[in-house]
């Protein structure tokens, strides 16, 4: 299943308006060295039936001419990407955490034969060398993050090609295009990606154009809960996702005062204030724990955000949306709506749903998916450490 052929059609037709009755393996964080950027990917023919590509984290990756058995590793969302433009042909191998995931979204809906691939060969996190070669893939894709990948699979003689996460500054939906160009050249097909891609372009353009004349005193501060413990929280700051997501749908990152995700107090959320708050489908909490003040046993009631009951579960949908995903477009369109309903309000979000999965996975939602990639549940974050 390669991405659905149509004809193309302008983002402004697509948002249907409400006035006229329509609408652990992985780390976030990345060193500098693995932020290394390599816009030349282009396969390079060796002559002697393989070719060679520069991945993401700028190595040279030799590879057969052509590719039947494909393991994917710790770059979890990918497996979201790799279904939107193949389906489930020629994967071997999959990460544990990427069926678990996919169990509680609709990647399990689209491609339910997705939970029967193969797991054993990555236990914790890490992959074992031995049961690795026993699915003889031609290649092995991971995520720069996770460096073992690489050292493991080059061990045992089976090219691994890195996917960053930083490698377009967390512009989710820019990264999420260069993960399929990158797979493109790793297939080394033509998956037909560029309405697709068009369309992302498309997306953030309407969402820029929109805000683009938001004062800074009229944007909300918002702050988003990665993870958390019985006492702690992890927020994410400046160099994430969070910021992203954040700025790019007219909000201030509150925590933009700290590098990374980093474990914060509930003492320094009520001097952050926030009048926002986003939790990630990285942990189980919902917006009722923080309402009923059983979050991290805390009295959350002062909290701006709180006062207001504008506490969201982040949805997830082929993946969690808080990371780069196939459905990275949606989760722009939807932050910008939660950001700023006002400016958003002739769009029928839910329509625009449907349309997108229509287009691009050949997929009908009923509503009642749309209520659940929407409103996840606790469940959906299981197998995340």
Not at 154 to 170: H, M
Not at 294 to 303: E, H, K, N, Q, Y
């Amino acid at each position: 299943m390669k991405f659905k052929r149509i004809a193309a059609l302008a983002v402004g037709a697509v948002l249907m308006l409400g006035a006229t009755g329509c609408s652990g393996a992985t780390t976030e964080n990345e060193s500098a060295e693995e932020q290394k950027e390599s816009e030349n990917t282009e396969s390079v023919d060796n002559g002697d039936g393989t070719r060679t590509i520069i991945d993401q984290v700028g190595n040279e990756v030799v590879l057969p001419e052509k590719i039947e058995r494909v393991v994917i590793a710790s770059v979890w969302p990918l497996a979201s990407v790799y279904v939107l433009s193949m389906g489930t042909d020629k994967l071997v191998g999959l990460d544990p955490a990427i069926i678990s995931a996919a169990e509680n979204s609709m990647l399990i809906k689209i491609a339910p034969e997705i939970s029967e691939i193969e797991s054993g060969f990555s236990q914790n996190g890490f992959m074992n060398a031995e049961e690795l070669i026993k699915l003889d893939p031609d290649v092995v894709l991971y995520s720069s993050g996770v460096p073992e990948d690489y050292e493991v699979a080059s061990q045992a003689g089976i090219p691994a090609v890195g996917f960053s996460l930083s490698i377009k500054d967390y512009n989710a939906v820019e990264t999420i295009n260069s993960w399929i160009e990158l797979l493109e050249e790793v297939m080394g097909e033509d998956l037909s990606s560029s309405e697709y891609i068009e369309y992302g372009n498309e997306i953030q353009a309407l969402v820029a154009d929109r805000l683009k004349d938001v004062k800074e005193e009229d944007k909300p501060r918002s702050m988003v809960i990665h993870k958390y413990s019985d006492n702690t929280l992890s927020v994410p700051g400046a160099d994430t996702w969070a910021e992203y997501w954040i700025e790019a749908s007219g909000g201030i990152n509150v925590a933009d005062e700290i590098e990374g995700t980093k474990e914060t107090s509930i003492e320094q959320v009520y001097e952050w204030n926030p009048e926002k708050i986003f939790i990630t489908n990285f942990n189980d909490a919902l917006p009722e724990d923080i309402y009923n003040n059983t979050l991290c046993s805390a009295d959350w009631s002062g909290v701006q955000a709180v006062i207001d009951q504008d506490v969201n579960k982040i949805p997830l949908g082929m993946y969690r949306w808080y990371v780069t995903c196939s459905d990275s477009p949606m989760m722009l369109l939807w932050m910008a709506k939660q950001n700023h309903p006002e400016l958003f309000e002739d769009i029928d979000f839910n329509e625009t749903m449907k349309d997108f999965y229509s287009r691009f996975y050949d997929f009908t939602l009923t509503d009642e998916d749309i209520e659940q990639i929407l409103n996840p549940v606790r469940e959906a974050a299981g197998g995340i450490s």
